[in-house]
DNA sequence: TTGCTATATTTGAATATTCAAATATAATAA
DNA sequence: TTATTATATTTGAATATTCAAATATAGCAA
């Protein structure tokens, strides 16, 4: 049951875990941009950040496009927003019941 | 911009980011299975299940309720399924990306 | 051409994850 | 009690991922 298609969906998964992946695409919602302001944005390097572009770009997750010696960044495919959001409700969720285990475990 | 957040939000996918475990949600879609019953459909050896239920507990992902002897696992949030399906139909569009571009490819 | 800026790739060490085997635990039955 | 079945945990080696530093490339301007 370890068929091709589990295996590309954990690949899917394994690009987006990643906090400064993810960091890349929230600054990428409101629009595209360079290498440099993603810099700027996220606080992360040069080399780190065009390692993990990389690998978001393997995954089709952005797309780039040259402009002079710029290069801008942005998502392929907007309803990508629309998961991450409904993947927040359901680790909120999942947050939660941590918390009331934990309230539990206090209580007694 | 790496904020606790993004590396729980992190943690999140990465625990979706192996094929055994999407394949464990997938086999509980129907409804709850004891271990044994996870090991037949999986195909995974016992103790690889045991490791991989364990993270998926961990994250809140399923929950497990004993039975005398028997221990049987389900997800702890049904919508789970709608996000699986709706990451689905994300990677779907992005293998087709793939897909176009190696067809330009032969065609050049 | 040279030099400069923006970005990408390579490399190797540090770290994390996975796997398989062995061992441990918990409930029950004999 | 001992034995058995079902499941969990620990351990160490194999593998994969991450990070930081160094190096490479691409476009442009002087």
Redo the contacts between chains.
């Keep these: 049951?370890?068929?091709p298609l589990?295996?590309?969906?954990?690949?899917?998964?394994?690009t987006?875990?990643?906090?400064?992946?993810?960091?890349i695409l929230?600054?990428l919602r409101s629009g595209p941009l360079s290498v440099t302001e993603l810099q700027a944005?996220?606080?992360?390097d040069q080399s780190m950040l065009s390692q993990h572009l990389s690998r978001l770009r393997n995954?089709?997750?952005v797309t780039a496009r040259r402009e002079a010696t710029t290069i801008f960044y942005q998502v392929?495919?907007q309803?990508?927003y629309?998961?991450l959001d409904?993947?927040?409700?359901?680790?909120g969720?999942?947050?939660k019941?941590?918390e009331d285990i934990l309230t539990e475990l206090n209580q007694a």
Tied chains: 1, 2.
């Design positions: 049951m370890d068929s589990h295996r590309y969906k954990a690949e899917f998964f394994k987006l875990g990643h906090p400064l992946r993810l960091a929230d600054a944005v996220t606080k992360a995954m089709n997750f392929h495919d309803e990508i629309q998961f409904l993947a927040r409700q359901i680790y969720r999942q947050l019941r941590s």
